[in-house]
């Protein structure tokens, strides 16, 4: 069975940082590929990076794109997403997701087999 637990969400103003992390356990994860999305109120489920466990290959979508940094650490079993330059509409309930098969980009949610519970992060204007 495999589990997703994330954490390190929480409040920042604007411009500000938070590194989230995802603990992965349950399966070797060579084969997996890692993703990380959110949600705010009201609206969909938004891609927000996804990493492939071998080779470390990653994708973002342009909303992120120089701004976010997914990284994986094989030994510990966990995907961290390094968030800078945070703004107030990045503010979203953030998802772990894992699919037991290599696949660069994976941006749409239904790919993803596993889900973690979510942590929220709030940006102040």
């Known amino acids: 069975q495999v589990q997703l637990v994330e954490s390190g969400g929480g409040l920042v103003q604007a411009g500000g940082s938070l590194r989230l992390s995802c603990a992965a356990s349950?399966?070797?994860?060579?084969?997996?590929?890692m993703g990380w999305f959110r949600q705010a109120p009201g609206k969909e489920r938004e891609f927000v990076a996804s990493?492939?466990?071998?080779?470390?290959?990653?994708y973002y979508p342009d909303s992120v794109k120089g701004r976010f940094t997914i990284s994986r650490d094989n030994a510990k079993n966990t995907v961290y997403l390094q968030m800078n330059s945070l703004k107030p509409e990045d503010t979203a309930v953030y998802y772990c997701?894992?699919?037991?098969?290599?696949?660069?980009?994976?941006?749409?949610?239904?790919?993803?087999?596993?889900w973690g519970q979510g942590t929220q992060v709030t940006v102040s204007s």
């Open positions: 349950g399966r070797t994860f060579s084969s997996y590929t």
């Open positions: 997701a894992a699919q037991p098969r290599f696949r660069f980009g994976a941006p749409k949610a239904y790919e993803y087999d596993y």
């Open positions: 990493i492939t466990w071998i080779g470390g290959r990653t």
